[in-house]
């Protein structure tokens, strides 16, 4: 099972736009045969989020379509926060359906958080920068 936990005992706050609420519970479920453990951590983050009105969420929160900067294993990386569909590790898009991407959603600059990948490994990332989806 993918588990996800904060550097401290305490997970961080997290923030979800309305419409990116509604759609990931939806195809997180819709996931759940496929995918169980994803869809559970995913579902989980989901539950713990606040939902806001999709005009205002923090331009700094990682939502669908963001561009994140995070420091992992000692290395900066950038990503691009999609559906499963426009998924492609090469080109710096990661799939809202893996453990990583379950674990960005909601987060901005200077937060953290640990999760436990399909491999059983825990890994920890901290995110550096946001930008948010071009309109």
């Known amino acids: ?3 996800l936990s904060s550097t401290r005992s305490r997970l961080p706050a997290l923030v979800i736009s309305a419409d990116d609420h509604k759609r990931l519970t939806l195809l997180a479920e819709a996931a759940a045969d496929r995918m169980p453990d994803v869809s559970e951590a995913l579902l989980q983050e989901l539950d713990r989020a606040k939902v ?3 005009d205002a969420i923090p331009a700094n929160r990682v939502r669908m379509g963001s ?3 995070y420091e992992a294993h ?5 990503v691009k926060l999609v559906y499963p569909g426009d998924a492609d590790i090469e080109a710096g898009r990661i799939s809202i359906l893996t453990p ?3 674990a960005l959603i909601g987060l ?3 937060q953290s958080i640990r999760w436990t990948g399909r491999d059983g490994v825990t890994h920890e ?3 550096k920068a946001v930008t948010p989806p071009e309109a």
């Open 125 to 127: 990332l901290t995110v």
């Open 100 to 102: 990583i991407g379950a």
């Open 1 to 3: 099972m993918i588990r």
């Open 67 to 69: 561009t994140v900067v």
């Open 108 to 110: 901005s600059p200077g």
């Open 52 to 54: 806001v009105k999709d």
């Open 74 to 78: 000692g290395a900066e990386r950038t």
